[in-house]
């Protein structure tokens, strides 16, 4: 196993997970040797606790470099595996993990709401909720410094141009290389994953408020 400290948080994360009330519909963890990186793919269906985002999407990204330079700095961790490499143990990089999230809206509870679908109707109303869903972001999580970006994907029909995929993509980076404990580093994540929680009760409620608008 190359990845024992990564595998341990993952561990970790499904322990937590599976003792809270959550659709968890995928839980896939991923290795590309090629690369030399892993990472962990989190689906919740968020269908039961909102008519207007679909699921949320949750990725993990790590590498043996940052496994290797955060071994080294962890007590205990001497026979760990990659750090009877100089290729890994003389990296300078950073310990942190790479996180992306992605929060897919229901474009068809949208145009369910439209009373015209033809021409441009579709897509001017999933412009109108992308923009009023960033202006009650910025109101409701003003102290947050995410890099945020819209994802969309367009298709069309004989009415008419319109959205087939609306998706939020927020990147944070989780740094690791302060702890000294795995214990610390559980304690962290477990932080931060409920912040992801809470940040996403707050996204359905302005999902929510601004489609109505929108419609």
Known sequence: MNYPIFSAIVNQIETRLSKRAINVEQFRVWN???INATGLEIS????DRSSHVKKLVINLDWDKFREA?????LPGMNKHPLLKSDIYTKSNISPHIDVELIWHLDEDALYRKLDSTVGNRRIEAA???MEDINKELQRNLPQESLITRWHVEVEGDINGRYVTDMSLISYLQYQLDEFTT???IHR???EHIQKILLRTNTFIKIASKTMELAA
Do not use: G
């Not at 330079?69 to 700095?73: E, F």
């Open 182 to 184: 795995l214990n610390d």
């Open 188 to 190: 962290y994540l477990e």
């Open 127 to 129: 412009r109108h909720w």
């Open 69 to 73: 330079v955060l071994a080294s700095q």
């Open 44 to 47: 919740l269906n968020l269908s």
């Open 32 to 34: 590309e040797e090629n």
